[in-house]
């Protein structure tokens, strides 16, 4: 390892340390983009941790289980419409996640509805 490398690991911070590691670790999977290279409308295929998450009410009484997912370099929000919870998936969980991302918000976030998703 140079030198420039180890200084670059005791300068930086916990956080950035943090997503040097998810990145490396969301790249090792075959045909996955990192998320700061998603396009809206397009399928895709996507690896990361969930940051986030919450169940969002609805008017018509059924929830939406929401997560923000990120790879460390971006991040998507999956919901999957008319759940409280799936088992397995909670802050600090690895998953794959597969679907149509869709702009939404003023920011224009990726959004992806009722994702094929595998833990890991």
Not at 85 to 104: F, M, T
Request: net charge positive.
């Amino acid at each position: 390892m140079a030198l420039k490398d180890k200084l670059k690991r005791f300068t930086a911070t916990a956080a950035q340390l943090d997503d040097e590691r998810l990145r490396d670790f969301c790249s090792a999977f075959p045909d996955v983009r990192p998320m700061d290279d998603l396009q809206p409308r397009e399928r895709v295929t996507v690896v990361g941790e969930v940051q986030s998450w919450r169940i969002v009410p609805k008017p018509d009484g059924s929830p939406w289980l929401e997560a923000t997912v990120s790879d460390g370099s971006g991040t998507i929000v999956v919901m999957w419409t008319g759940r409280k919870k799936i088992a397995g998936v909670h802050e600090g969980r690895r998953l794959l996640v597969s679907g149509r991302g869709h702009p939404s918000g003023r920011a224009g976030r990726l959004l992806i509805l009722n994702p094929r998703y595998e833990l890991l």
